[in-house]
Every structure is written in C-alpha cells, then in structure tokens.
C-alpha cells in the first residue's frame, strides 16, 4: 500500500491545529500573579523601542523594583532607535505605550520617600517657632 499525500496533510494540519491551540491565550490564575507581580516589586515598568517613524520594533514589561524606576524617559540609541521607559505603581497600570516625553513618566499612588512622621513632631514644631518669634520681638 502506497502513502497518501492526502493523509500526509491532514496529519500535518492537524499537528499544527494543535500546536496553535496551545499557544492561545487564557485567563491568568492566582500563581500566575503571583508569580508576574510578586509582593517585592510594586512597580510596573514599559520600555517601548521604536524606529524613527514611530512603528514599534519591541515592548518589555514587567514587575521591578523602585531603583528599576528611577531613569524614565525618552531617549536616542545608538542603532537610531527611540527608546520610551515608563515606571507605574500598581497592578496592570502600564497599558498605555510611552511614545513621547510626556508619556514617559514615573507615577506614583504613594510618596515615594516616606519618612515616619510622628503627630509630636509638628507640635515640637510649633513650639519651637512661637519660641523663636518670643525672642526677636
């Protein structure tokens, strides 16, 4: 019995069938997060390279931590490339591509340098000018 081309294709197109199905998207589960956006990095970063006419050549994002946020902005690379760097703080907050300076920013919910600020201090504060204006006056 001779092989049949057509059931040569059939077997092939059914091979890839499958091979397409698996590469499909799904839902993300709860490891899924975890795993993409762990508790130590709070921050999502976008680096957007583009060629001069603005098409997008590749787009990075990820979870990183604060020091990762610190450099956004635009700028030239050597291959004449515009490469955009954003920075936000929370989940799923970097949708939006940076293709300009304006779009390349780092925002924030919370300060980022929070210092512990104790309610005394601003009474010690207060004191201390009302002292201060008492002796010049």
């Known amino acids: 019995m001779e092989p049949s081309p057509a059931l ?27 795993y993409l956006h ?16 603005g ?16 450099s956004t902005g635009c700028r030239d690379s050597e291959q004449g490339h515009k490469i955009c760097t954003s920075c936000c703080e929370g989940n799923i907050c970097n949708l939006p591509l940076p293709r300009n300076e304006t779009d390349a920013t780092f925002a924030t919910t919370s300060p980022i340098n929070q210092t512990n600020w104790h309610p005394h201090c601003m009474s010690v504060i207060v004191s201390c000018l009302w002292l201060w204006l008492g002796l010049t006056l």
């Open 8 to 34: 040569a294709w059939l077997l092939l197109l059914s091979l890839l069938a499958d091979c397409l199905k698996a590469a499909q998207s799904r839902d993300f589960t709860v490891k899924d997060i975890i």
């Open 55 to 70: 098409n997008s050549i590749s787009v990075t994002k990820r979870c990183v931590p604060l020091e990762e946020c610190l």
């Open 38 to 53: 762990p508790s130590n990095t709070r921050y999502c970063y976008t680096q957007h390279i583009m060629e001069v006419t």
